[in-house]
């Protein structure tokens, strides 16, 4: 079974907007905290932001505070991340993941916390 399934990406102008939703399956939902990565290629995979399930903490990486919202569907096992005012440094391939383990400011931003990952979806950004 698909524990984590990422829809939502496109291509758009600068200062557009995307909704990325990530639906989770039974183990992965079950988790702490969830959220999203981002990587280009050749580079790091990036913390975007993440959210603890069935509560209200939420972090935000600084590149994209102010921009991003990272919210929840408890009753449909989703987690969406809306981007606005994306810019070209955006373009990325964007992962959900999910963390069965407590995170604190810091950890957050470590992919080894999350032990569930999804499969992508691409985010096209055009100057």
């Known amino acids: 079974q698909v524990q984590l399934q990422e829809s939502g990406g496109g291509s758009v102008q600068a200062g557009g907007s995307l909704r990325l939703s990530c639906t989770a399956g039974?183990?992965?939902?079950?988790?702490?905290?969830m959220g999203w990565f981002r990587q280009a290629p050749g580079k790091e995979r990036e913390a975007v932001a993440a959210?603890?399930?069935?509560?209200?903490?939420?972090y935000y990486a600084d590149s994209v505070k102010g921009r991003f919202t990272i919210s929840q569907d408890n009753a449909k096992n989703r987690v969406f991340l809306q981007m606005n005012s994306l810019q070209p440094e955006d373009r990325d391939i964007y992962y959900c993941?999910?963390?069965?383990?407590?995170?604190?400011?810091?950890?957050?931003?470590?992919?080894?916390?999350?032990?569930?990952w999804g499969q992508g979806t691409q985010v096209a950004v055009s100057s």
């Open positions: 993941m999910s963390s069965g383990i407590r995170q604190t400011p810091s950890t957050w931003l470590r992919p080894d916390e999350y032990n569930y």
């Open positions: 039974e183990y992965a939902y079950s988790s702490n905290y």
């Open positions: 959210i603890y399930i069935g509560g209200t903490v939420t």
